[in-house]
Each structure stands twice: as C-alpha cells, then as structure tokens.
C-alpha cells in the first residue's frame, strides 16, 4: 500500500517507526519536517497537512515497512516490508561491502 491510498494516523506513524527502529530525528529529516513535529504528531498532540503526512509515511516506507488498510479482515496496520530470513541475507549481503560481481582480473 502506497501513502497516498490512506491517511497515516499518530499511532500508525509511532508504530511504524519503532518498527523500522529508526530514531525521530532520522526519519523527521527523511521526510523534511522537524523532530518536533514527528514526535508531537505520533502523539496526537499535532496534526500535520496532508502533504506532510505523505512525506512522512513516504520516509517510513523508505526504511522498510508496509501500511496495511482497513478491509473486511481487520483494522489498519503496519508490518515489516521484508521477513526475518530476508532481513538476515539483507544484513549479510550488506555487510560484505555489496553486490558480489565478477572479477575484472
């Protein structure tokens, strides 16, 4: 689900930061606002426009999660975009400089 098919509530954005385990002042400067505002709007306290709530759920997105909508199943949500054993290979992967490409020896 994109931002732009749901409106990010406070306590969607805080649950998806903590999944993404990412602090408020990293994820404010993704989505050029201030920590203040992160903060203050995760807890309800102040609401932000609809164009910053897209930068905002467009950050989060960035840092690895998926928003899930209300249907005929359940409430909306937030999970990680990638399961353990991916985030495992990702974390490997990344931790071996890169990509592994032929020699150019």
């Known amino acids: 689900m994109t931002n732009s098919q749901m409106v ?3 306590d969607l ?5 903590a999944l993404t385990q990412v602090s408020s002042k990293v994820i404010a400067r993704a989505a050029e606002l201030e920590k203040q505002q992160v903060r203050a709007f995760e807890k309800g306290n102040q609401p932000l426009t ?6 905002l759920a467009r950050a989060l997105e960035q ?12 409430g909306y949500g937030v999970r990680r975009k990638f399961n353990a ?13 890169g990509p592994a490409y032929e020699d150019d020896i």
């Open 8 to 10: 990010i509530a406070p």
């Open 50 to 55: 609809a164009d910053q709530a897209g930068r």
């Open 13 to 17: 954005a805080r649950a998806a930061r």
């Open 63 to 74: 840092y690895g999660v998926v928003f899930i909508p209300d249907d005929e199943h359940g």
């Open 85 to 97: 054993a991916k985030v495992g290979r990702l974390e490997t992967w990344e931790g071996e400089g």
